[in-house]
T-cell receptor, first 117, second 109 residues
Framework: EAQVTQNPRYLITVTGKKLTVTCSQN?????MSWYRQDPGLGLRQIYY???????DKGDVPEGYKVSRKEKRNFPLILESPSPNQTSLYFC????????????????FGPGTRLTVL | KNEVEQSPQNLTAQEGEFITINCSYS?????LHWLQQHPGGGIVSLFM???GKKKHGRLIATINIQEKHSSLHITASHPRDSAVYIC???????????FGEGTQLTVNP
């Protein structure tokens, strides 16, 4: 089954304790992306990756790191989490367009609800 | 002003009603998405549009590139359609998506 998986689904942690949220897709998609969703602000892009070893900042990258060493995995790293990073996080993937002007739908993971105390 | 504006923010309807959710954007785009977020939080892609109109079951999405506007219509609405509907645009330059804040739809039996 084609899917995007995230782990953990729920996490409560304390300020300053490094954590990693994993994201994996089995569709051989080139593009992967991380979003956070907050009440009243909607979804905002944190980082995205267009392929292995190619990453770029989204709208709200501060306090986050990512890596793309393999095509299927795109972990999100919080080196020193703070309470303002309490949020619902989504990973998504989509294929590189094969036709000029084409763009394909995104597949979203189930979300990770993070609470930083 | 947000680059992507949705209206209304909240919508309550009776089962069977025809529903329209609107999305306006201010940037040049190469594609527009309509997403559905279930009460449990999961997000599903409904449509991806770059022009014209698409239909899937009771859902219809239209886009007018010149007017920078898209609409999502639900015919014969049902309580299971209750969800947050999110519009997102892919800008012409780059690979990022910009999202609207979503429209909370509640369909009462």
């Amino acid at each position: 089954e084609a899917q995007v998986t995230q782990n953990p689904r729920y996490l409560i942690t304390v300020t300053g304790k490094k954590l990693t949220v994993t994201c994996s897709q089995n569709m051989n998609h080139e593009y992967m992306s991380w979003y956070r969703q907050d009440p009243g602000l909607g979804l905002r892009q944190i980082y995205y990756s267009m392929n292995v070893e190619v990453t770029d900042k989204g709208d709200v990258p501060e306090g986050y790191k990512v890596s793309r060493k393999e095509k299927r995995n795109f972990p999100l790293i919080l080196e020193s989490p703070s309470p303002n990073q309490t949020s619902l996080y989504f990973c998504a993937s989509y294929p590189f367009p094969r036709l000029a002007g084409a763009y394909n739908e995104q597949f979203f993971g189930p979300g990770t609800r993070l609470t930083v105390l | 002003k947000n680059e992507v504006e949705q209206s209304p923010q909240n919508l309550t309807a009776q089962e069977g009603e025809f529903i329209t959710i609107n999305c306006s954007y201010s940037v040049g785009i190469s594609a527009l998405h309509w997403l559905q977020q279930h009460p449990g939080g999961g997000i599903v892609s409904l449509f991806m549009l770059s022009s014209g109109k698409k239909k899937h079951g009771r859902l219809i999405a239209t886009i007018n590139i010149q007017e920078k506007h898209s609409s999502l219509h639900i015919t014969a609405s049902h309580p299971r359609d209750s969800a947050v509907y999110i519009c997102a645009v892919k800008e012409t330059s780059g690979s990022r998506l910009t999202f609207g804040e979503g429209t909370q739809l509640t369909v009462n039996p």
